[in-house]
């Protein structure tokens, strides 16, 4: 069987702070809405899946404002999802019955249900088929030597895909060898917290930190992983 594609980059990723499939996760949506914002606005399937989706969900819509110079594809994305919101809101009577209009007691939730996204947000989507494939590929290559040896040197996994890794992988040895990678590496930051914690004590007040200066920040993504890879439709 070739080797995927994928196997190289979660190599590079593990060179890098945090968790390996987090770092390539944030780099493929970060590759994905630029693509959108610079080269899709025109598209009309770009459209109608973004204004079925009702735009993208909270977490990813946040990350649009920090693509300089991308302001007119946001303008442009959006002002068909404004103009579809406004429509169904349009379509509702000004009146009903007998000639009158809403009075409390009316029931508003057909409306709401119409305003829900009729599909997933487009990111997430994204997201969660690049997270199965990298997952995948992580969980068949455990006795890879390579790619172990590249692990070791790693932040290690977020707990999260630690937990996909877990599920994936099918070899009794490579599990072996995951779960005792993954051990030290949390014991490293479980000694990082307790040394921070230590010279945050008055009587060590003099001395300054060292690595485990940003372990607090460390111990959140181990734990939770990357903000930004867990939008609304994440599993």
């Known amino acids: 069987m070739p080797t995927p594609l994928n196997y190289f980059d979660l190599l590079e990723a593990c060179a890098k702070p945090g968790c390996p499939i987090c770092t390539l996760l944030l780099r493929d949506v970060e590759h994905f809405l630029d693509s959108i914002l610079y080269e899709q606005t025109t598209d009309s399937r770009t459209h109608a899946a973004f204004r079925a989706a009702r735009g993208l969900c909270n977490e990813h819509a946040g990350q649009l404002v920090h693509f300089g110079g991308a302001f007119l594809g946001i303008a442009v994305l959006y002002r068909g999802l404004v103009n579809d919101v406004i429509g169904l809101l349009e379509s509702v009577p000004a009146s009903s019955g007998a000639g009158r209009g809403w009075r409390r007691g009316d029931n508003a939730s057909p409306l709401a249900d119409r305003l829900e ?17 990298y997952v995948q590929t992580f969980g068949q290559h455990l006795n890879d030597e390579r790619l172990m040896s590249a692990y070791r040197d790693s932040a290690g996994l977020c707990l999260p895909h630690f937990r996909q890794v877990l599920r994936a992988g099918q070899d009794a040895d490579g599990l072996r060898r995951l779960v005792e990678v993954q051990r030290a590496i ?3 930051l479980r000694a990082d917290l307790d040394e921070f914690k230590a010279k945050n004590d008055y009587r060590r007040a003099g001395e300054g930190m060292g690595i485990e200066g940003d372990s607090w920040l460390r111990a959140i993504i181990a734990m939770s992983g990357e903000r930004g890879v867990f939008g609304r439709n994440s599993r």
């Not at 996204?117 to 494939?133: F, I």
């Open 117 to 133: 996204p009729e599909k997933p947000c487009m990111a997430c989507t994204l997201l969660n088929d690049s997270e199965r494939k």
């Open 186 to 188: 949390w014991e490293w």
